[in-house]
């Protein structure tokens, strides 16, 4: 069942096309009677191409809700509707161009904002070059001029979303998926725990933890899993920690532990805790989560941007001889 | 630039262009039909027309000041009667209702668009049965009908997303400094750090002057963001400014005793009394609060808004 409650932007728009798909199919029918009892086999006919067209949309799309690959589906099906509307458009001009209105905010729902707009501007070419030759110019600038208004509306509109949403994420400090701080707050908090540790001679530490086969997980179990399995994760981390420490989400499988007041001994002996604690706990559905720890202490004088590097790098050095170590040993 | 002004002015980039637009493409349409003979319709888009650029321009001198939704609440209203009344005329002016559902969703809140969305769909789907043939009518509310469950659907994925996102804004756009739930949460781990390494942990509270609460919103918020400029100007590197509900500053001082309080009181009172900027900076209440491992991040609040309050009184 489609609960909308508790999900995410992006666990949300699959689901709602899978719905709104299927009840445009569900009109189209009713569009189908009509033309039929009005005797427009023309329309009928491109009708009843295009219910399957959404239906097939509709399934492909829930069935593949949580992965990524459900977004291709819409080109097609968007290709398919200007196609023939763009055919039926000089035999059937009044009625056309009143299906042509629909296709700006369909394609902005369902497209990344960049395609969506270029597949509008090439739309209302080739409409105004069928109108031209099927129709009058007066026809033609007057429908053409209305539709790009429509096109720049829609565009707006959708624009300036994406602006506000940009604008809210910008001043996030949290990671919305995992509940731990974000990117933005790290650089933040990581010069102000460097510029405390200097002041009162205090060492700061880092723990970096990355997931390994990430992508394995979510093709394996899809994204919803993966972001049930996240802030549980976090919090699990959050158990192993002091309440001075803080953890940040990087990159979608890198999570950092900054430890202020940590000397090197007492890193090493929590990354060697965090990596017994995560092996141990089941985490289902995943059979396992194997992950690769690497702890660093600050040098003296080593500003964040060096901290960093070095944490990454001692990770980077860490996976790659595991990956030897694995292949070693099978 | 900060980026809440920057968002404002693309914001209001957007919107200017587009009003110059439109108005380009309604001035066109007046042309036509000023061509086909159809006089009231050329001088209904040529008024549009008209009012759209004179809102762009009004746009454009008021600059980045807040400017208020109302002109294109009216605009909207107006679009809403022109179709609905319009389309009894001309076959040609139902192509603008399938803007009305956008436009509705865009520019107010998703419940109240909600409403008007439903009270125009019924006016609306009621004239297309009275006004239009059969040959039409199905083909006009499928469209419609599409028109609206898009934008319904695209309303409810950004409100979503925006519900989501402001959840986790610890951030006040106006000042750019944390707000008072990321205060809970570092007052609450410095708490602990405090306890633990047996160190001071102060809180100097800042009011904002009384005089400003009676400025229009954006003079306002000009002057908090000032504030809390100088605020961060006086800072060593790992104290922490906060806006808090209340609108007064709260600045968490780590490792400090009276010396640094002092010293930063001190910093502040130059900076803000070389400032002729803005007026009431030189009388600034302040108060400095030293945490007690007894306390609680509530009490902490309370107590530093309470002697704020006691100072002005």
């Given amino acids: ?330 | 630039m900060e980026k809440a002004r920057f968002h404002s002015l693309v914001v209001l980039q957007v919107k200017v262009l587009y009003c110059l637009f439109a108005a380009l493409a309604l001035s066109i349409i007046a042309v036509l039909d000023l061509l086909e003979s159809h006089t009231v319709f050329a001088a209904l888009a040529a008024g549009f027309a008209l009012a759209l650029l004179l809102y762009a321009l009004m746009l454009l001198m008021r600059g980045q000041q807040r400017h208020s939704p109302y002109p294109e609440w009216v605009l909207i209203f107006a679009l809403a009667l022109f179709t609905l009344f319009g389309m009894q005329q001309s076959e040609s002016v139902v192509h603008w209702v399938y803007f009305v559902p956008g436009y509705i969703y865009f520019l107010f809140a998703f419940h109240v668009a909600s409403y008007l969305a439903l009270v125009y769909s019924t006016a609306m789907v009621l004239m297309i049965l009275s006004e239009f043939e059969a040959y039409l009518r199905l083909q006009i509310l499928f469209t419609y009908g599409a028109c609206y469950a898009f934008a319904v659907m695209y309303a409810l994925i950004n409100e979503r997303n925006n519900q989501g996102l402001s959840a986790i804004v610890n951030t006040d756009p106006v000042t750019q400094v944390y707000n008072q739930y990321q205060l809970g949460l570092d007052l609450t781990k410095e708490m602990t750090r405090a306890d633990r390494q047996s160190d001071e942990l102060r809180l100097v509270g800042v009011a904002v002057p009384d005089s400003w609460g009676v400025l229009k919103t954006e003079e306002y918020e000009d002057r908090l963001s000032f504030l809390s400029k100088r605020l961060k100007r006086c800072l060593r590197r790992f104290d922490t400014c906060y806006r808090l509900a209340s609108d007064h500053f709260v600045i968490l001082l780590p490792h400090s005793d009276d010396h640094v309080v002092e010293g930063l009181l001190e910093n502040l009172q130059d900076d803000l009394e070389g400032s002729s900027r803005y007026e009431g900076l030189s009388d600034i209440r302040v108060h400095s609060d030293l945490y007690r491992p007894e306390d609680d991040v509530e009490t902490i609040i309370t107590r530093i808004e309470r002697a704020l309050h006691d100072q002005r009184a």
């Avoid at chain 1, 033309?35 to 191409?49: D, E, F, I, K, P």
């Avoid at chain 1, 501007?121 to 001029?145: C, H, I, P, Q």
């Avoid at chain 1, 707006?156 to 990117?183: E, I, M, P, W």
Wanted: hydrophobic fraction near 45%.
């Fill in chain 1, 1 to 330: 069942m489609i609960s909308a409650h508790n999900l995410p932007q992006e666990q949300l728009l699959p689901r709602l096309q899978a719905v709104v798909y299927s009840l445009v199919a569900l009109a189209l029918c009713l569009l189908i009677y009509d033309h039929y009892r009005q005797g427009l086999y023309g329309l009928v006919l491109s009708n009843a191409v295009s219910i399957p067209a959404f239906l097939f949309s509709a399934v492909y799309i829930y069935i593949n809700r949580d992965r990524d690959a459900f977004l291709w589906v819409n080109y097609p099906l968007v290709a398919a509707l200007a196609g023939l509307a763009l055919f039926q458009l000089p035999a059937y001009p009044d009625l056309m161009i009143h299906y042509m209105f629909a296709i700006p905010m369909f394609t902005y729902f369902c497209l990344p904002m960049n395609h969506a707009t270029v597949y509008n501007l090439v739309f209302a070419v080739a409409m105004a070059g069928v109108l031209w030759v099927s129709e009058d110019v007066n026809t033609m600038l007057r429908y053409t001029t209305n539709f790009t208004l429509l096109v720049l509306s829609t565009w707006c509109y959708a624009y300036l979303t994406l602006l506000k949403g940009a604008s809210l994420q910008r001043l996030a400090l949290t990671d919305q998926v995992s509940g731990a701080y974000n990117r933005e707050h790290f650089y933040h908090l990581l010069e102000r725990e460097l510029a405390r540790g200097q002041a009162t001679r205090q060492s700061v530490s880092m723990i970096g933890i990355v997931l390994d086969d990430y992508r394995q997980l979510i093709d394996l179990h899809g994204n919803r899993a993966v972001v049930q399995f996240l802030p549980r994760f976090v919090k699990r981390l959050r158990q192993l920690i002091r309440g001075e420490d803080d953890i940040f989400r990087l990159q979608d499988d890198l999570i950092v532990l900054v430890l202020p007041n940590c000397g090197e001994e007492g890193a090493i002996v929590l990354q060697e805790r965090i990596k017994r604690k995560i092996q141990e706990q089941s985490w289902r559905p995943f059979a396992e989560v194997s992950v690769n720890v690497s702890a660093v202490t600050r040098n003296h004088d080593e500003d964040g941007e060096a901290f960093e590097k070095r944490l990454l790098a001692r990770l980077n050095k860490q996976q790659r001889t595991s990956r030897q170590l694995a292949a070693f040993s099978d």
